[in-house]
Every structure is written in C-alpha cells, then in structure tokens.
C-alpha cells in the first residue's frame, strides 16, 4: 500500500477512471451485441487501503474483491458486511473456508472438490447455501488454480449437486499473454464448460466472472457476466506491502 495514497487521491483518480472503464465495457457490449447492464464491474482493491473503498462506494460501486481471506477480514471488519458485495477471488486454504464464508456475499475461487465439500458442509451446518463460482484453469498452466479444463465438467457436476452449496456459475484467469487468440481461447473455453454443464443441470447459475483490465473486451465479448478490475479503477497496485 502507497502511504501517500489520501481519500482525494483515490477520489480524484476514480472521476476519471470509472468513466472511461465504462466507455470500455459499454463500446465491448455494444461490439458484442450485448446490454452493458449484463456486465458486472468487480472493483478489485486488494493491495489499496480503505481510502480506496470509501472512494469506490462514493462513486457508485457497489461489488468489492479482494484476493486474501486477512485483508478482506480487515477491510469488511472496518467498512461493514452489509455496505457492499464482497468478493473473494483468491485462493482460500481449507482451513479458512470457514471464515470466508462468514465474510464474502460471493467466493469466485473455488478450486477443488475438496474445499466444495468443506464449503458445502460449513452451509449445511448453518442452513445456508455457501454461493461460489468453481475456478476452472483453462490455460492448463501449473501456475494457475483451478479445475482441470478434462474433467471440469464432471467434477463441477458432482459438487453442483451438494445442498450446503449454490454454484452460481465459474471464473477463469486468463494467461498472462497479449495473444488474442490465446485470450479467447481460455474464455471461449470457459463460456463451452458452462453451456455443456447447463445443459446437464439446473443446478449450475449462469454467472461468468472473466476479464481483469488487460482483456476484458476479449472477455465481454466471450459472455462474461463479471469483470474483475483492480487497476485501471486504482492504478498499480506496488510498493511494499
Ligand atoms: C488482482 C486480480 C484481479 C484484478 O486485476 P487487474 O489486472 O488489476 O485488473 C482480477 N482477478 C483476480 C483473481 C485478481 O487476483
């Protein structure tokens, strides 16, 4: 986190970022022939202190993620669950599971059979539904989380049909290329998985949370439902942490 970040600054750089993230959104739907109403804006601030969220509320965002369960924590314990819709987008350990589920309205890394069955079981406890977005990896790069692109279908299948758990839809990350061939082939991928498994239940939403700033027109115009947008909302997110 930058010191001399200040709540003006925040403010300030979001009068002329937000506007311009929408013209991007609104000229990617158009091209797609979408409404630009189908497109969720995820305002990522991890790595950006409260002054970023106070900004992001005052200009009207209403979708929050951050990608560690401590600072998620820290930011609802402080601003409130209730304020916004939280989103956790990063890998949560099995052993947090528990606390994620008390914080986040929405987990969109849910990345094995596994952690779906301690969620599944943590709703079940609770009479609730744990709402998430199964990850699938869909550049099959080892570096990267989630299902695997084979057997993506199959696995979410299964977990889809637990109680404890409401599979809203599924996220990717796309790889760290400029390639547009390979962009939308990891989101092309994605966008199969999800028709193939809504054609085999209805227990799979329709939510697609895909695009960061680098690729979000490829994104929109593969079918995303869900942008993730950390820095062209707030710049870099740099310096020592
Ligand atoms: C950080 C992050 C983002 C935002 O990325 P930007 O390139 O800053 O827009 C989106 N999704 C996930 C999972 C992230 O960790």
């Known amino acids: 986190m930058t010191a001399?970040?200040?709540?003006?600054?925040?403010?300030?750089?979001?009068?002329?970022t937000l506007p311009a993230l929408?013209?991007?959104?609104d000229r990617a739907a158009q091209a797609a022939g979408r409404a630009t109403a189908s497109v969720r804006v995820v305002a990522v601030t991890k790595g950006h202190p409260l002054d970023a969220i106070d900004a992001a509320l005052e200009a009207g965002l209403s979708d929050l993620g951050e990608n560690r369960v401590e600072e998620l924590e820290e930011k609802v314990?402080?601003?409130?669950?209730?304020?916004?819709?939280?989103h956790m987008i990063g890998h949560v350990q099995g052993r947090k599971a528990k606390r994620t589920a008390e914080l986040a309205h929405l987990i969109h890394s849910l990345d094995s059979e596994r952690l779906a069955d301690r969620f599944a079981r943590i709703g079940a406890e609770d009479s609730t539904q744990v709402r998430v977005l199964a990850q699938v990896n869909t550049s099959a790069e080892s570096s990267k989380g989630g299902f695997d692109r084979g057997s993506a279908v199959e696995s979410i299948h299964r977990i889809a049909e637990l109680p404890g758990l409401k599979v809203e839809g599924l996220m990717t990350m796309a790889p760290?290329?400029?390639?547009?061939?390979?962009?939308?082939?990891?989101?092309?991928?994605?966008?199969?998985?999800?028709?193939?498994?809504?054609?085999?239940?209805?227990?799979?939403?329709?939510?697609?949370?895909?695009?960061?700033?680098?690729d979000l027109e490829?994104?929109?115009?593969e079918g995303s439902t869900m942008i993730r947008i950390g820095t062209a909302l707030f710049g870099e997110r740099g310096g020592p942490a």
């Open 176 to 214: 760290l290329v400029d390639d547009e061939a390979m962009l939308h082939a990891a989101f092309g991928h994605l966008r199969e998985i999800h028709e193939s498994l809504r054609s085999h239940t209805k227990r799979v939403g329709p939510e697609l949370s895909m695009g960061m700033t680098n």
């Open 4 to 16: 001399s970040a200040t709540a003006e600054t925040y403010a300030a750089r979001l009068e002329h």
């Open 22 to 25: 929408r013209e991007r959104v």
């Open 77 to 86: 314990l402080a601003r409130g669950r209730e304020a916004v819709a939280w």
């Open 218 to 221: 490829i994104a929109i115009q």
